[in-house]
């Protein structure tokens, strides 16, 4: 009953939702068909959502315009592409979404402007409101005309009325928010226009004014129509966004401006703005990584809900059910937005109703199966939940016999080997020679920022448990074990170790297993040989806790081999190293160390560090010996995990998903 409140309906224009919880608009890339609707995967993804309990599904963002901003409608769907065809498949499933009590509005799109992704531009020159400079191309983009910002306002009306006739409650507009087309038009520093379309505040926002009043029109007054709103840009200059707590000149909107947009988007209509902050510019606000505080918008949305009158959405991080309850009482916000984490765990909702709060599988915030994929190969996944978008052809297979399974390694790929298994029927046993389960989550979730990675340990404890899979704790298995065991089935996991070498004074060089794990103090300077996440992330804790860091990479830059890797991840880390006086030299090799001296050898010669340690970060190598003992001798025998390949947590999980999903 703690969180009775969160499951108060609250009133959103002209609907009620069930509950104060709503998915967050997440791309929908993978999730739309050849002729702009919807496919199965998609129809199946967004349900289960509802089944799981959310008040309100926000889909990710769609297309009307097809004049100005051509779309791919087989990547992303499109509404006005073929009208018919759209409202059929939508009818599949909103009415299934209605099934189960939740509401569900289409998120819709005034265009890209200069953020176009580079590989869906084509051969169409980007545009934004004036000739200014686009956000990843050197190239600078087409001021839109008058006629052309009247055609795109029409498409929205014709986008909304078909949405309509799909059985959607409501639209979102995507938006003043993130620096997309429409938020290009309310800042001042993309905004040159002199024409009725710039210049004035009210007059920056004419276009978003233009395009509620015509959904209304279309659509009716009742009709919602919500928007997607960015209180403040975090932009220090093109390209060039702020980190938390750095003070800066805003080039983009202020709070003070921001505000007076608040006002003005309610005056023109808007029944409810998702509040947040940040821009393309300034990514990890818009899309904030593990080094970002949970609830990082709170502060901004309690500021809009103290000017408006309409509800206000929060998300960014909301994962926490005590953190979303403190929001809705403390007047921050009416709605909790939670985007990845209904990725994670599709019945985030059900569980916490039901007291099951334990059972909730943590979003770890790493970015690599939604927004990762998304940018590399136009997929939305998650990486600690294999079904997630895949629902269908990753449904959990029946068995025809029971089988005893043996698993040796309990990290995360012996664990979510043993917890498929389980559910499915099967018998699973799982050695694990340490005293804890979770494998490399445990030094990799040292840090504060990595705390999800603890809390994603915890879990599969937990599941195991209840589950009740036999588990053995502190138990080497041998090769003479396996063979002599009563098993149907094998399942090696059993994981990586550090690479390491000599470099002399080895009495005070560690693995950054060792050293994140406190195992080993690595004095008040260090220098980490090896610029990889792992190395990177070492780096940035050790110099939040006052330690003086150096980071020597072979390579020309730092993080290249990891990947793939969302921008607001990768961008905040690269950022947030400097800013935290860590010197990073590349194209460097280490020599030897010895009497505290480490020596360097660089493009600019050989250099010496003075350090109390230094801490290696050079990778993992697969430990499989005993599987290849072994291989020829057990009938059915898996290898999987690092053990396999070293890779990452996503991985790890997804080829145990596959491989104990079909035994």
Avoid at 72 to 100: C, D, G, K, L
Avoid at 376 to 384: F, G, K, R, T
Avoid at 531 to 540: D, H, K, P, Y
């Amino acid at each position: 009953m703690k969180y009775k409140e969160l499951f108060t309906p609250v009133q959103v224009g002209g609907i009620t939702l069930k509950n104060r919880f709503a998915m967050a608009p997440m791309g929908p890339l993978g999730l739309g068909d050849s002729e702009g609707g919807w496919n199965q995967r998609g129809i199946d993804y967004y349900v289960e959502r509802a089944k799981g309990g959310a008040g309100l599904i926000i889909t990710g963002v769609t297309f009307s315009d097809q004049q100005v901003e051509p779309q791919n409608q087989s990547i992303i769907p499109v509404s006005t592409h073929n009208p018919v065809h759209f409202v059929r498949t939508s009818r599949e499933m909103t009415e299934r979404v209605h099934a189960y009590g939740s509401k569900i509005f289409l998120q819709m799109s005034g265009g890209f402007g200069r953020v176009t992704i580079p590989t869906n531009l084509g051969e169409f020159p980007p545009v934004a409101p004036s000739e200014i400079p686009h956000r990843w191309l050197d190239k600078t983009c087409r001021s839109i005309s008058k006629e052309e910002i009247r055609s795109i306002v029409k498409s929205f009306g014709d986008g909304a009325y078909n949405a309509k006739r799909g059985g959607f409650d409501g639209v979102q507009i995507h938006a003043v928010h993130e620096g997309y087309l429409l938020d290009q038009f309310a800042i001042s520093m993309f905004n040159l226009r002199n024409d009725e379309y710039g210049g004035s505040l009210e007059n920056r926002l004419r276009f978003a004014k233009e395009v509620v009043e015509e959904i209304k029109k279309r659509c009716g007054q009742d009709f919602p129509v919500t928007l997607r709103f960015s209180l403040k840009s975090m932009i220090k200059d093109w390209r060039v966004g702020a980190l938390p707590g750095e003070e800066f000149e805003e080039k983009g909107r202020d709070i003070e401006e921001g505000l007076e947009a608040a006002k003005l988007l309610e005056k023109f209509g808007y029944d409810a703005l998702d509040t947040d902050a940040g821009s393309y510019d300034a990514w990890w606000w818009s899309h904030p990584p593990m080094y970002q505080e949970k609830g990082l918008y709170r502060p901004f949305c309690k500021l809009v809900k103290e000017v408006v009158n309409i509800p206000v959405f929060c998300a960014g991080r909301m994962d926490n059910p005590d953190m979303a309850l403190e929001a809705i009482q403390n007047g921050e916000c009416d709605v909790i937005g939670l985007g990845r984490p209904l990725l994670a765990d599709p019945d985030y909702c059900n569980k916490l109703r039901s007291g099951r709060k334990e059972q909730i599988r943590p979003c770890i915030s790493c970015h690599e199966g939604c927004m990762g994929r998304i940018a590399e190969y136009s997929l939305i996944n998650c990486a600690v939940n294999p079904q997630a978008a895949r629902e269908r052809v990753t449904a959990y297979e029946p068995i025809l016999r029971k089988k005893k399974v043996l698993i040796v390694g309990g990290g995360v790929a012996g664990c979510e080997a043993a917890r498929v298994l389980a559910i499915r029927g099967h018998e699973p046993v799982l050695f694990e020679k340490t005293n804890r389960l979770g494998g490399n989550l445990h030094p990799g979730g040292a840090p504060e920022f990595k705390e999800d990675d603890i809390a994603l340990a915890a879990w599969y404890t937990n599941e195991l448990k209840r589950l009740g899979v036999e588990v053995h704790m502190n138990t080497a298995i041998t090769s003479a074990d396996i063979l002599a065991g009563d098993y149907d089935t094998v399942i090696m996991a059993t994981g990586s170790a550090p690479k390491v070498f000599s470099l002399g004074d080895d009495a005070h060089v560690y693995t950054a297993s060792e050293v994140l794990l406190k195992e080993k103090d690595c004095g008040d300077t260090t220098v980490i040989v090896g610029g990889g996440l792992v190395g990177c992330e070492t780096a940035l804790w050790l110099a939040q806790h006052g330690k003086k860091v150096t980071i020597v990479e072979t390579l020309d830059k730092i993080m290249v081999v990891n990947g793939p890797i969302c921008h607001s991840n990768k961008d905040m880390l690269m950022a947030l190293l400097p800013y935290n006086n860590v010197e990073i030299l590349t194209s460097a090799k280490v020599q030897k160390y010895n009497g505290g001296v480490l020596t360097v050898e660089t493009a600019d010669g050989s250099r010496e560090i003075t350090c109390d340690s230094v801490i290696l970060a050079v990778g993992y190598k697969e430990e499989n010996s005993i599987y290849h003992e072994v291989e020829f001798e057990v009938p059915e025998i898996y290898l999987l995990g690092d053990a396999k390949k070293v890779s990452n947590i996503m991985y790890a999980i997804w080829d145990a998903f596959e491989v104990a999903n079909h035994i």
